[in-house]
């Protein structure tokens, strides 16, 4: 994994269950982190935020960090809106645009791992 979480998500020696009952009933939200497959690498799996849902618009920096210039969306329908936490250095819908639903697989649920931070994944 990459600092595209932080700092929701630490690097390293983090252990959090992933549910996917939400994901085939399709009851994943905004503001879920969900796992999905890589639309730039279908070996490689992420973790992301849902911004957006189908249907819904989603405003974002189009260069975070060089200026304020931004974007408005539609969310088309099958897709949803993935971004990372850390928005200055995530690979994200920003770059490859609405990711079919199909690439998601599992909502994050529970941090075991550390027992500092032990307890729910949502509404993080």
Known sequence: MGPSMLPTIDLNGNVIIVERAS???QKVSRGDMVVL?????PNKQVIKRI???????????IKPGESDECQTIVVPKGRVWVQG??????RDSRVFGAIPYGL????LFWRVWPASRFGSMCNV
Do not use: A, F, Q, R
């Open 85 to 90: 936490d850390n928005i200055h250095d995530s």
């Open 104 to 107: 998601v697989h599992g909502k």
């Open 23 to 25: 994901v085939w009933l």
């Open 37 to 41: 497959t890589s639309p730039e690498d």
């Open 51 to 61: 911004v957006g849902m189908e249907g819904e618009s989603v405003t974002y920096l």
